[in-house]
């Protein structure tokens, strides 16, 4: 086809720049522009307004957002990661942090087209690591918001259309609220959030963990953090939900929710928010250690907690790897014998430990059919699980079909 094709890259810990390059025709790729800070150590030569970026961790996101142009796409760059997150520390010094922001540039000159800092009355935001997750309510192909995590336990929305009515805004307009925040409990959010939309609202997934502090001499594990996974529904209401308040969210951690199939659901209608679980059953240190997955309304996230040093000095030492599969609107564990999508088990372990990759949900043909495969998730039927391994996920519904009639009464006799 006639459409362009772009690449966006950052450099991880080697720097604080993102490049774009135009890969229409790859054997003569074309370099469109760079953006950022050259020098990791100092803003010397940095873009305008450019000089809050951090080290570029994240994968720039991309999309068309109608209320800027109908074909050039918008970059959506994370702030990045300040080296005061390295600290192995409960509470790193990072009031002054880098990467306290999130850029949106044009992709195809690398315009910046604006620049979100930290929410009026927000203090305490922290520099975004994690990928930017970018969603589509009304389904007309523009993004209409974007969702960003941050180190210091926050989510939040930058709006690009008016919520609820998806009519466009102009870039001047677009703005970031906070939506969502942890309490004071040293919780980090690294990778995106899991986004699905229904009647009105969008369910946020997203879990807490440090992958760059994975060793058991580690303040995750030495300074025990209590890691949770969570699911919370986004009303655009303008409540900033406190994803700890069992008053608020459900704490699923134990009890019926857990182990039966009466937990309550979560609709766009319910009173509570959300849920929320420990990472407490499997012992000490466990968390998140990659983005979340949706898929046949179920969520998939992957886990990774420290063990100490084997006995045989020869034993690879990896720490614990799971993978989580849980339904949606209860947080009830699906893992197991039966049809069923609650009261089974949460988890499953992932034999050679380390750390996992994301799960991700890819579309496939086999034998000559489209299929929608979930990659890197634990196994439904509780066999043996693979971080690398695919499996077809469908979700338990009645098969039992009946007929309906009716009858026009304008042209029967």
Not at 94 to 99: D, L, T
């Amino acid at each position: 086809g006639s459409s362009a094709v772009n690449i966006y890259v950052g450099q991880r810990r080697g720097g604080r720049m993102v490049y774009g390059f135009n890969v229409t025709d790859p054997t003569n790729p074309q370099f469109l522009w760079r953006r950022g800070c050259p020098n990791l150590t100092n803003d010397t030569g940095c873009t305008g307004g450019m000089s809050d970026i951090g080290q570029t961790w994240a994968t720039p996101a991309v999309g068309l957002v109608k209320g800027f142009h109908a074909t050039k796409p918008v970059v959506f760059i994370a702030g990045g990661n300040d080296p005061c997150e390295d600290a192995n520390s409960l509470n790193p010094s990072c009031v002054s942090a880098k990467g306290r922001v999130v850029y949106a540039v044009d992709g195809v000159n690398g315009d910046v087209l604006a620049t979100f800092g930290p929410p009026a009355g927000v203090t305490d935001m922290r520099s975004v690591v994690a990928d930017i997750a970018l969603v589509d309510p009304d389904l007309d192909g523009y993004v209409d918001h974007a969702y960003v995590a941050d180190m210091g336990g926050s989510v939040y929305r930058i709006d690009l259309s008016t919520p609820l009515t998806g009519a466009p805004l102009a870039k001047e307009a677009w703005t970031m609220r906070r939506i969502a925040r942890t309490t004071g409990a040293s919780r980090k959010f690294q990778f995106a959030p899991a986004l699905i939309q229904a009647k009105g609202v969008v369910y946020v997934a997203i879990g807490t963990g440090d992958r760059e502090h994975p060793l058991v001499d580690q303040y995750p594990y030495t300074n025990p953090i209590l890691n949770r996974f969570y699911l919370f529904a986004d009303k655009f209401d303008g409540t900033a939900v406190n994803l700890d308040d069992p008053g608020v969210m459900n704490d699923v951690t134990t009890g019926q929710p857990k182990t039966g199939c009466d937990a309550e659901v979560i609709t766009p209608a319910s009173t509570k928010r959300g849920w929320f679980f420990d990472l407490t059953d499997n012992g000490r240190g466990e968390q998140v250690v990659t983005s979340a997955a949706v898929v046949g309304g179920l969520v998939a996230f992957s886990t990774n907690r420290p063990t100490p040093e084997p006995v045989n000095a020869c034993a690879a030492n990896l720490g614990e790897a799971r993978g989580y599969l849980v339904n949606l609107l209860t947080g009830s564990g699906v893992i197991g014998s039966g049809n069923t999508d609650c009261g089974l088990a949460r988890s499953s372990v992932f034999e050679g430990g380390g750390l996992p990759p994301s799960p991700v949900i890819a579309r496939v043909v086999i034998d000559g059919q489209v299929r929608t495969v979930a990659i890197g998730v634990a196994q439904k039927d509780a066999t043996v699980s693979s971080s690398i391994e695919a499996q077809r996920i469908r979700p338990s519904v009645n098969s039992i079909r009946k007929p309906t009639y009716w009858l026009n009464p304008r042209t029967s006799e």
